[in-house]
């Protein structure tokens, strides 16, 4: 069982921001910027692009709508997207609100993310899904 398999079962806490039958997102807990978003699919496959289309396809939906939700949330002019994957083996999607290309740079990392702050963030993004 993959650490987000345990988050998705409720073994590991997270600060959850919205899940469907087949897919869940929460607060990655390293952020690169307040937001800083995780969805994955429920059911575990390392690379994404394993993922039938049907799969990614719903995916992609279902990021959509945690993306604008995190837009409503959170002061930003677009919400970026990446895949990287090389450290947790189970597909994920980074969903990162940006004022300016810098703010994807993945060696940046939000100083003393606080408990009260990341729930706070959670519900606000939670809120407008
Ligand atoms: P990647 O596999 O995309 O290179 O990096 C994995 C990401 O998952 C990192 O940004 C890291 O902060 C995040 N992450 C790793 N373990 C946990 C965890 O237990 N909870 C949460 N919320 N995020 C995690």
Known sequence: MTIFSKIVAGEIPCYKIA??????????????????????PKREEDYIFDLSDDELGGMMAFTKKVASAIKKAIPCRKVGMAVLGLEVPHAHIHLIP???????DFRHKVENPTPEKMKEIAE?????F
């Not at 606000?124 to 407008?128: C, D, L, Q, S, V």
């Open 19 to 40: 899940e469907d039958e087949n897919f869940f997102a929460f607060l990655d807990i390293n952020p690169v910027n307040w937001g800083h978003t995780l969805v994955i």
């Open 98 to 104: 940006l004022q300016n290309e810098g703010d994807m």
């Open 124 to 128: 606000k993004i939670a809120a407008g």
